[in-house]
């Protein structure tokens, strides 16, 4: 991830704008009472996820390139005293550290589209694969975009998100420009956060990798996992042609 103006360095904004977000965290805790072991989350953010499965009790790592958002997260662990369960650690999913092994990864709320080409995506699958036990379980999750966002108008602006945020005091809303390139399959988008208290607006850009489901399940064979289910909701429901939100439930047998 090349950023010039880490979208991420907004690591409260960003918890503001998700807190509503809750909808994966029942699931991911389940994942964990079945693994009964270390978790690593990849991608941890400001912890959404981690620290709601170490509010009950289990073990997480997590690992975040971005500096921000792993102090953040660092931080709200020491305030829900949830130290003891949860650490992040700045790092790279790309390249994860030797040593500590877990029974389960997980990778949710699209970042795994944070990796853009294929290489990242080998890369990151076999660090994956490196950092788990035998019979331990790999999840990542992702949303299928919306069709539209292939045809949108790329001078246009969208509106993508509205919250009110605490730690600035005002109400904010999201505004974005995409557009996508189908000869790489990434979409750039620009995001203009809009205060209603101030006349000052700012932005951020970053870029995702549209991967196909079929894709990650041909580099997930190759590194070694098999791929057990494709979830298309946060019930484990199997997926079908409707499924937005999809989980794969990857194990490395041996
Ligand atoms: C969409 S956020 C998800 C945060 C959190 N998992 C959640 O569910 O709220 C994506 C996160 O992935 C991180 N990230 C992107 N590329 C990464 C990489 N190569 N290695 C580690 N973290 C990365 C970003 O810094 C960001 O915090």
Not at 17 to 40: K, N, P, Y
Not at 100 to 124: G, M, R, V
């Amino acid at each position: 991830m090349d950023y010039e103006d880490d979208i991420y360095d907004l690591s409260l904004l960003y918890e503001e704008q998700h807190a509503d977000f809750t909808e994966d965290l029942a699931f991911h805790e389940q994942l964990a009472r079945e693994a009964a072991g270390r978790v690593l989350e990849l991608g941890v953010g400001s912890g959404r996820v981690a620290l709601h499965c170490a509010s009950r009790g289990f073990t997480v790592d997590g690992i975040d390139l971005n500096a921000s958002m792993v102090e953040r997260a660092n931080q709200r662990a020491v305030e829900a005293g949830l130290r003891e369960r949860f650490k992040a650690f700045q790092g790279d999913v790309r390249s994860l550290p030797a040593g500590q092994q877990y029974k389960l990864a997980i990778f949710p709320f699209n970042s795994i589209c944070h990796l853009l080409t294929e290489t990242d995506l080998q890369a990151c699958l076999a660090a994956v694969y490196a950092s788990l036990l035998p019979g331990g379980v790999f999840v990542p999750s992702l949303f299928l975009p919306d069709p539209l966002l292939f045809t949108r108008n790329p001078e246009s602006l969208y509106p993508v998100a509205d919250f009110y945020s605490e730690s600035r005091q005002e109400h904010m809303v999201i505004y974005e420009q995409a557009s996508h390139n189908p000869l790489t399959s990434l979409t750039t988008h620009s995001w203009f956060f809009d205060g209603d208290s101030t006349e000052e607006t700012f932005n951020r850009s970053f870029t995702l990798r549209v991967w196909h489901i079929q894709e990650l399940v041909d580099q997930l064979v190759r590194t070694g996992f098999t791929v057990k289910q494709l979830y298309g909701d946060y019930a484990f429901q199997a997926a079908d042609a409707a499924s937005v939100a999809l989980s794969l439930r990857c194990v490395k047998d041996r």
